[in-house]
Nanobody, 121 residues
Framework: EVQLVESGGGLVQAGGSLRLSCAAS????????IGWFRQAPGKERMGVSC????????YYADSVKGRFTISSDNANDTVYLQMNSLKPEDTAVYYC??????????????WGQGTQVTVSS
């Protein structure tokens, strides 16, 4: 059974940092691209970043480029999202997902339960 478990969310002031973790199990890590998505209240889920765990190449939404960094620890089947210079508009539930790539949610078949990130002004 494919499982994705996020952790690391919390409350932080604007300008602060958080690191999210996504622990994967139940599949061969390299078979999927791992993506991070977020959904704010009343808004659609949007892609934030994704990584090809085979080559470590990361991709980012324009709104987070230069502030967020995605990385993977293939030995431990875990993907991280380092979030710096956080803004109130980054407040959302963050989900990790396993799929075929890109930042469109329909490309992902397996989802975690989400972790709340709240950035206060």
């Amino acid at each position: 059974e494919v499982q994705l478990v996020e952790s690391g969310g919390g409350l932080v002031q604007a300008g602060g940092s958080l690191r999210l973790s996504c622990a994967a199990s139940g599949f061969r890590f390299g078979d999927y691209v791992i993506g991070w998505f977020r959904q704010a209240p009343g808004k659609e889920r949007m892609g934030v970043s994704c990584i090809d765990t085979n080559d470590g190449r990361g991709y980012y939404a324009d709104s987070v480029k230069g502030r967020f960094t995605i990385s993977s620890d293939n030995a431990n089947d875990t993907v991280y999202l380092q979030m710096n210079s956080l803004k109130p508009e980054d407040t959302a539930v963050y989900y990790c997902a396993a799929g075929t790539g890109g930042l469109a949610s329909f490309m992902y078949d397996h989802w975690g339960q989400g972790t709340q990130v709240t950035v206060s002004s």
